[in-house]
């Protein structure tokens, strides 16, 4: 069974910091490639980070240089290190596969996110 548990969003100032996990379940984290997607009111879903099984990085360029993506195997999780943040990155905040996971039957499956507000 798939559970993707996405956790430490909260409200912060313009500037600050915030550090992002997400529990995976199944013994699939290992070998997959893993991302951090948000979507802002209004707005479509996009993809902000991702990392491979060998924890090779790419970024969306809006977050290049302030985001950083980190994974765990041994504790199926994966973190998302964001600094220096501003209102745009204001966003429900979901961790998943990429490409996301299908569910038979289902279709994409997410998690519940976490949201992250920038705000003074």
């Known amino acids: 069974q798939v559970q993707l548990v996405e956790s430490g969003g909260g409200l912060v100032q313009p500037g600050g910091s915030l550090r992002l996990s997400c529990a995976a379940s199944?013994?699939?984290?290992?070998?997959?490639?893993m991302a951090w997607y948000r979507q802002a009111p209004g707005k479509e879903r996009e993809l902000v980070a991702r990392?491979?099984?060998?924890?090779?990085?790419r970024y969306a360029d809006s977050v290049k240089g302030r985001f950083t993506i980190s994974r765990d195997n041994a504790k199926n999780t994966v973190y998302l290190q964001m600094n220096s943040l501003i209102p745009e990155d204001t966003a429900v905040y979901y961790c998943?596969?990429?490409?996301?996971?299908?569910?038979?039957?289902?279709?994409?499956?997410w998690g519940k996110g976490t949201l992250v507000t920038v705000s003074s």
């Open positions: 199944g013994s699939i984290f290992s070998i997959r490639t």
């Open positions: 990392i491979t099984s060998s924890s090779s990085t």
């Open positions: 998943n596969t990429d490409p996301p996971i299908l569910v038979a039957g289902i279709g994409v499956y």
